[in-house]
């Protein structure tokens, strides 16, 4: 189920859709799994904006994670 958000990136407010994946720690038997995130639908006053943060993507995302997760 997908969630939505706001954030304040580069003095524009975009919003986006994401979802959460707990990851899992180690065990004898399997691997450790880590969380995923999948964010997408970003939207900046409501016109997409997937192409006008291409180049920036991975910062956007870590951002939006950053800003989540504290």
Do not use: H
């Not at 954030?7 to 004898?28: H, M, Q, R, V």
């Not at 900046?44 to 994670?65: H, K, P, Y």
Request: proline share 1%; hydrophobic share 30%.
């Amino acid at each position: 189920m997908a969630t939505q958000g706001t954030i304040n990136y580069k003095g524009f407010e975009f919003n986006y859709e994401y979802n959460f994946s707990a990851g899992s720690k180690a065990t004898w038997e399997d691997p450790e799994e880590y969380d995923e995130w999948e964010i997408y639908n970003i939207t900046l006053n409501g016109i997409d904006a997937e192409d006008l943060i291409e180049d920036m993507r991975e910062d956007f995302e870590q951002e939006v994670i950053d800003n989540l997760t504290n």
